[in-house]
């Protein structure tokens, strides 16, 4: 009987191993999945951060690009701050 037993561990031990082996070969994967998207985001999505200007460069924004920024902030959250329906967030709400 304990012949049958130590079968059962080892069958189970291997079986462990290859869930493990598999398991690790995903998340390998979805790493590499994970930075090519990464990139991808960083190269497509432009930026609203204008390019720096030399040391010593300054001036003032402005008022129809300050008006331009503010209006495009409120598009962007409701009256009273929060985020809209249509700000293309990614939100999942669950009931």
């Known amino acids: 009987m304990s ?3 130590v079968e059962q561990l080892e069958s189970t031990v ?4 290859s869930t493990v082996e598999g398991l690790t070969d995903e998340l390998i994967e979805a790493k590499e999945r994970i930075r090519v998207l990464e990139a991808e985001l960083d190269t497509e ?3 609203r951060v204008p390019e720096r200007r030399s040391e010593g460069e300054t ?9 331009e920024a503010a209006a495009d902030a409120d ?3 409701g009256t009273d701050g929060e985020k809209t329906e249509d700000s293309r967030s ?4 669950v009931a």
């Open 3 to 5: 012949n049958n037993r």
């Open 14 to 17: 291997a079986e462990l191993e």
């Open 45 to 47: 999505t432009p930026t």
């Open 59 to 67: 001036t003032e924004a402005e008022p129809d690009e300050v008006a």
């Open 75 to 77: 598009a962007d959250t």
């Open 90 to 93: 990614d939100d999942i709400i």
